[in-house]
C-alpha cells in the first residue's frame, strides 16, 4: 500500500483564490511527522510546514496551513490568496518513528497551476 | 544563517563513468539524507547519515555508495554509471529526528 497518496495529478486556482491539495497517508506508527514542500520548475524543495503527529493545533506558516485529521489520516495543505508564484509541484511527505531515523516517504505531488 | 549548499548542480557523465556529489548541510544539522528524483519513479531515498554513521538504506544496487565527513558534509558515489541513473538528485539536511528537513537545490546528473 502507498505510505504517502496525493490523488490529485493536477490543480488549477484562480489569483488570490484558496486551494486545497489533498493529502492522505498510511502509518502504524505512532510517532510522525507529515511535511509538504514544494518544488518549482528549478528544482530545489522547498520546506512550507510541518505537522507532528502528537501536535493538536493544524500547523499554519503564512498563507499555508495544513488541516490535519488524524483520524482520517490526513494532511491536506491549504494555501490561502494564491498568487501566480505559488505555481509549482507540491509534495506531501511522511517521516515515521520516534528515533532518529530520518528517512522521508513521498506522495507523486500535485501540480499547481495559478491562473489570471 | 547559510542553507544546503549542493555542488555541483548539473554534471554530464557518459555510461560506465563514476560520479561524486557534494551536500554541505546546515550548520549544526547532524543527518544528511540523500534522494534520487525521476519523472518515473518519483521521489526515493537513498541514504541517510548520522554523525559518519549510515542510519537507513533505500533499495538501491552497491553502485550507490555515500558517506559522511566529521564536519557533517555528505558526498554520495555513483560508479559504472546506467543510463536510468539520469537523474535529480537532492540532499536533505535535519537536527535528527522528526523535525523539518531543509533540502538544497540538488545535482542534476545526466548520463549519456
Known amino acids: 500500500a502507498q505510505k504517502i497518496t496525493q490523488t490529485q495529478p493536477g490543480m488549477f486556482v484562480q489569483e488570490k483564490e484558496a486551494v486545497t491539495l489533498d493529502c492522505t497517508y498510511d502509518t502504524s506508527d505512532q510517532s510522525y511527522g507529515l511535511f509538504w514542500y514544494k518544488q518549482p520548475s528549478s528544482g530545489e524543495m522547498i520546506f512550507l510546514i510541518y505537522?507532528?503527529?502528537?501536535?493538536?493545533q493544524n500547523a499554519t506558516e503564512g498563507r499555508y496551513s495544513l488541516n490535519f485529521q488524524k483520524a482520517r489520516k490526513s494532511a491536506n495543505l491549504v494555501i490561502s490568496a494564491s498568487q501566480l508564484g505559488d505555481s509549482a509541484m507540491y509534495f506531501c511527505?511522511?517521516?515515521?518513528?520516534?528515533?532518529?531515523?530520518?528517512?522521508?516517504?513521498f506522495g507523486t505531488g500535485t501540480r499547481l497551476q495559478v491562473t489570471l | 544563517k547559510a542553507g544546503v549548499t549542493q555542488t555541483p548542480r548539473y554534471l554530464i557523465k557518459t555510461r560506465g563513468q563514476q560520479v561524486t556529489l557534494s551536500c554541505s548541510p546546515i550548520?549544526?544539522?547532524?543527518?544528511v539524507s540523500w534522494y534520487q528524483q525521476t519523472p518515473g519513479q518519483g521521489l526515493q531515498f537513498l541514504f541517510e547519515?548520522?554523525?559518519?554513521?549510515?542510519?537507513n538504506k533505500g533499495n538501491f544496487p552497491g553502485r550507490f555508495s555515500g558517506r559522511q565527513f566529521s564536519n557533517s558534509r555528505s558526498e554520495m558515489n555513483v560508479s559504472t554509471l546506467e543510463l536510468g541513473d539520469s537523474a535529480l538528485y537532492l540532499c536533505a539536511s535535519t537536527l535528527g529526528g522528526i523535525t523539518e528537513a531543509f533540502f538544497g537545490q540538488g545535482t542534476r546528473l545526466t548520463v549519456v
Open positions: 547519515y548520522f554523525s559518519e554513521t549510515q542510519r
Open positions: 511527505a511522511m517521516r515515521e518513528g520516534s528515533g532518529t531515523a530520518s528517512k522521508l516517504t
Open positions: 505537522q507532528g503527529s502528537y501536535d493538536e
Open positions: 550548520s549544526g544539522h547532524r543527518s
